[in-house]
């Protein structure tokens, strides 16, 4: 199973709005909406920000949104702030009952 | 509130064994699976596998199988991963999630396994 592919970086202002891509197929990202996100910041464990494509666990932000199109989903962070600057990965449910997660991506917040 | 508390970091020589340990608390243990999760140093996230609570049901990563073993101890609400014959490529730190649905709901705090000579 092959890493779903994900920018390795992307940057923006605070206040600005980013969006992060995940593409994978139709094994993965686009035979399910079993995808989900994930926020990490250096030296700690990963933190889910977003399920089931575009669904909001209790607590997260609303500043962070999840869609899909096709193969790949994105992620969008409104409202660039500096706390969000973390490496951001996705991840996908797959045809043979696996997951599978993108390479990450590195959020710099200028 | 949820919680997975794993074991302390390890070290161990090439061709070795770990096991790590993941102690859930919070919840009903047999509702969820467990998914475990490594990730090597300056390195992204890597699915290892799956175990049911319930059933004990597992599901591997391919180009772990037959290196890898989870388990799980319903009485104590412990899972475990078994990874064998180690190399230097092992070496990362793992993490426990509970899995619901395809998602990593809440993670443990991760277990430093280092494979070195």
């Known amino acids: 199973q092959s890493a779903l592919t994900q920018p390795a970086s992307v940057s923006g202002s605070p206040g600005q709005s980013i969006t992060i891509s995940c593409t994978g197929t139709t094994s993965d990202v686009g035979g399910y909406n079993y995808v989900s996100w994930y926020q990490q910041h250096p030296g700690k464990a990963p933190k889910l920000i977003i399920y089931?494509?575009?669904k909001w666990p209790s607590g997260v932000s609303n500043r962070f949104s999840g869609s899909k199109s096709g193969n790949t989903a994105s992620l969008t962070i409104s409202g660039l702030q500096a706390e969000d600057e973390a490496d951001y990965y996705c991840s996908s449910h797959t045809s043979s009952n696996t997951r599978v997660f993108g390479g990450g991506t590195k959020l710099t917040v200028l | 509130q949820v919680q997975l508390v794993q074991s302390g970091a390890e070290v161990k020589t090439p061709g070795a064994s770990v096991k790590v340990s993941c102690k859930a608390s919070?919840?009903?243990?047999?509702?969820?699976?467990i998914s475990w999760v490594r990730q090597a140093p300056g390195q992204g996230l890597e699915w290892v596998g799956w175990?049911?609570?319930?059933?004990?049901?597992?599901n591997y990563a391919q180009k772990l199988q037959g290196r890898v073993t989870m388990t799980t101890d319903t009485s104590t609400s412990t899972a475990y991963m078994e990874l064998r014959s180690l190399t230097s490529d092992d070496t990362a730190v793992y993490y426990c999630a509970r899995d619901v649905f395809y998602r990593f709901e809440y993670w443990g705090q991760g277990t430093l396994v280092t494979v070195s000579s």
């Open positions: 175990i049911s609570a319930n059933s004990g049901d597992t």
């Open positions: 919070g919840y009903t243990f047999t509702i969820n699976g």
């Open positions: 089931e494509v575009s």
